[in-house]
């Protein structure tokens, strides 16, 4: 294995981007208060090796990650860059299968929030009170929990609820997103995250729900469809990546070192 200081210079620049990019998400889930200490992970592509990915150092807290502390494996979780840090053992697991089966998908991020675990312990998951659950709703599935995340076999039946959908609820566990790039994963992790934040407000408030008809969900939820693709006016992650960006570059800049 090479060392620290030389592996940065045998580095694409394609790789690089790819780190910086998923250190800065690392440091954003930090930001917004999605940790779990040590206990959730982002993952995303190596864009020139398309067997590999990148995934946290299991030791650092999110708001230590940098691009350059990331650790590289391969689809066997074999550790591929200079580091001192293990692999969680789940991380590999729920990353792995999304990785070495859908590679159009670059990125895949997964959190245990108060908010995500508590809408993913209820029965009837994302409930369409609000539009933010029905943004959601229209790219969400469900995958019920086996327990903690280190059989191989498991792998299968993720990628098999996951579907062709953009964000699954792992049942009693948490929430997952998937994106094309780092910036639209973690975009569906917002809107995810605030719609069961949304739905655990008006649950303990103890009102009574307007609901919203079937029909205005069926159209909502089809506009939806189109306003988030690449033809519509807010493909997922587009326009939010930068800002975010922006102001976390305002707050520390040491993600990119």
Same mark, same amino acid.
């Given at each position: 294995?090479?060392?620290?200081?030389?592996?940065r210079?045998?580095?694409?620049?394609?790789?690089?981007?790819?780190? =910086?990019?998923?250190?800065?998400?690392?440091?954003?889930?930090d930001?917004?208060?999605?940790?779990?200490?040590?206990?959730?992970?982002l993952?995303?592509?190596v864009?020139?090796?398309?067997?590999?990915?990148? *995934?946290?150092?299991?030791?650092?807290?999110?708001?230590?990650?940098? %691009?350059?502390?990331? *650790?590289?494996?391969?689809?066997? #979780?074999?550790?591929?860059?200079?580091?001192?840090?293990?692999?969680?053992?789940?991380?590999? =697991?729920?990353?792995?299968?999304?990785?070495m089966?859908v590679?159009?998908?670059?990125?895949?991020?997964?959190?245990?929030?108060? %908010?995500?675990? #508590?809408?993913?312990?209820?029965?009837?998951? *994302?409930?369409?009170?609000?539009?933010h659950?029905?943004?959601?709703? %229209?790219?969400?599935?469900?995958?019920?929990?086996?327990?903690?995340?280190?059989?191989?076999?498991?792998?299968?039946?993720?990628?098999?609820?996951?579907?062709?959908?953009?964000?699954l609820?792992?049942?009693?566990?948490?929430?997952?997103? =998937? #994106?094309?790039?780092?910036?639209?994963?973690?975009?569906?992790?917002?809107?995810?995250?605030?719609?069961?934040?949304?739905?655990?407000?008006?649950?303990?408030?103890?009102?009574?729900?307007?609901? *919203?008809?079937?029909?205005?969900?069926?159209?909502?939820?089809?506009?939806?469809?189109? %306003?988030?693709?690449?033809?519509?006016?807010?493909?997922?992650?587009?326009?939010?990546?930068?800002?975010?960006?922006?102001?976390?570059?305002?707050?520390?800049?040491?993600?990119?070192?």
């Amino acid at each position: 294995m090479v060392a620290a200081d030389d592996y940065r210079e045998q580095m694409s620049e394609a790789e690089w981007q790819a780190r =910086v990019d998923l250190a800065a998400a690392y440091r954003l889930v930090d930001m917004f208060d999605w940790t779990d200490l040590l206990g959730t992970h982002l993952s995303v592509r190596v864009p020139d090796a398309q067997d590999q990915f990148l *995934i946290n150092p299991y030791g650092l807290l999110f708001e230590e990650i940098t %691009a350059s502390s990331l *650790i590289k494996v391969d689809e066997e #979780g074999n550790v591929l860059s200079p580091t001192d840090y293990d692999v969680n053992p789940a991380g590999f =697991v729920i990353h792995s299968a999304v990785h070495m089966a859908v590679p159009e998908l670059a990125c895949v991020m997964h959190t245990h929030t108060n %908010a995500g675990v #508590g809408v993913a312990t209820q029965k009837q998951g *994302i409930l369409p009170l609000t539009q933010h659950a029905l943004t959601v709703i %229209a790219t969400t599935s469900y995958h019920d929990y086996e327990g903690i995340a280190t059989d191989l076999d498991e792998r299968e039946r993720l990628v098999r609820d996951l579907g062709d959908n953009r964000v699954l609820v792992l049942r009693n566990h948490g929430l997952l997103t =998937v #994106g094309r790039t780092v910036a639209e994963a973690f975009v569906w992790m917002y809107r995810a995250e605030r719609a069961c934040r949304m739905q655990l407000a008006f649950q303990q408030s103890g009102a009574e729900a307007v609901e *919203i008809p079937e029909e205005v969900q069926r159209v909502t939820i089809e506009r939806n469809r189109i %306003a988030n693709s690449p033809q519509g006016h807010r493909p997922v992650g587009t326009k939010e990546w930068p800002a975010l960006l922006r102001k976390l570059d305002r707050e520390d800049q040491s993600y990119k070192t």
